[in-house]
């Protein structure tokens, strides 16, 4: 498959083959490639293409994927109703 057709980010359009140029050129860290392409940097915040370009980097480098991937989602994960944040409370 052609690799410049391979979307590796959804959220930005990044494809395959613009991440693994990217690493060529020296970027070998998930967040330099985030910084410099905006991969990562959408509504999902990396939680799909983040393994991804780790991967990719750790490929290429040769580096192990621990050393590469160390994912820094900002809890809380999903959405959160206010009454959980305030807590619930009987005053009636």
Known sequence: MDEEKIIVCR??????KEIRDLIHEGYTTVEEIKRVSRAGMGPCQ???CG??????????????IEEVYKPSNRPPFGGL????????????
Do not use: H
Not at 55 to 64: A, L, Y
Not at 83 to 91: D, H, L
């Open 11 to 16: 959220c930005e359009d990044i494809t395959l």
């Open 46 to 48: 990396g939680k799909t």
């Open 81 to 92: 109703f206010f009454k959980e944040i305030v807590g619930e409370s009987n005053e009636e």
């Open 51 to 64: 393994p991804i370009i780790a991967r990719e980097i750790s490929k290429i480098t040769g580096k192990p």
